[in-house]
């Protein structure tokens, strides 16, 4: 049973330049959420996407969009990249059962470096 | 959503056991305590989540007094393989834990050393 699965694990953009990174949740998964992680900073929550629709978002320029697919797998795109969107970009997939213990799991991660 | 304070690092050696406390003196009523541990690069991982007393897993012991305004997670004779960062959250399970309605809120954690 694979877990989260980010692609690609690393990646170099100039300065306006465009980016899509992309997630595939656990199996079993139907919620995926994006963080955004500085160096030495906690995971940001960026939004997070249910039944094809960003439910909810956090507190991130509309730069950043997203989307999923019917198969539950989802991307991030960011535009006009700036410096300062250089970080680790986490996906991080759940289950809608509302279950009391849902826990959150995370892959690994896209390093994404602006230059 | 209840704000939560930790030491920024600590500093441990291989077979002690080790004990990070969290401070949340705004927790509500339905909010539960997850810890997350995060290796450089990686995801964060899920550890132990708990409401009240004691809960223990193969992994760790989560200790919540009964004013649940604090706790503890306690990593029994750690291994240089400990080394990482330990995120304590909190939060109601069904609005805040990335499942059916919410997202995690993460601060910086704390950064443990273990040392041979």
């Known amino acids: 049973d694979a877990g989260v699965t980010q692609s690609p694990t690393h990646l170099i953009k100039t300065r306006g330049q465009q980016v899509t990174l992309r997630c595939s949740p656990k199996s079993g998964h139907d919620t995926v959420s994006w963080y955004q992680q500085a160096l030495g900073q906690g995971p940001q929550f960026i939004f997070q996407?249910?039944?094809?629709?960003?439910?909810q978002r956090g507190n991130f320029p509309d730069r950043f969009s997203g989307h999923q697919f019917p198969n539950y797998s989802s991307e991030l795109n960011v535009n006009a990249l700036l410096l300062g969107d250089s970080a680790l970009y986490l996906c991080a997939s759940s289950s809608n059962s509302g279950r009391m213990n849902t826990e959150a799991f995370f892959g690994q991660g896209t390093r994404l470096t602006v230059v | 959503l209840a704000k939560t304070t930790q030491p920024i690092s600590m500093d441990s050696y291989e077979g002690q056991e080790v004990n990070i406390t969290c401070s949340h003196n705004?927790?509500?009523?339905?909010?539960?305590i997850t810890w997350y541990q995060q290796f450089p690069s990686q995801g964060p991982r899920f550890i132990i989540q708990g409401y009240k007393t004691k809960v223990t897993n193969e992994v760790a012991s989560l200790f919540i007094p009964a004013d649940r305004k604090s706790s503890t997670l306690s990593l029994p004779r750690v291994s240089l393989s400990d080394t990482a960062v330990y995120y304590c959250?909190?939060?109601?399970?069904?609005?805040?834990?990335?499942?059916?309605?919410?997202?995690?809120?993460f601060g910086k954690g704390t950064k443990l050393s273990v040392k041979p």
């Open positions: 959250l909190v939060g109601d399970p069904l609005m805040n834990y990335g499942g059916s309605q919410g997202n995690l809120i």
């Open positions: 996407y249910y039944e094809e629709e960003e439910r």
């Open positions: 705004n927790i509500a009523t339905n909010d539960y």
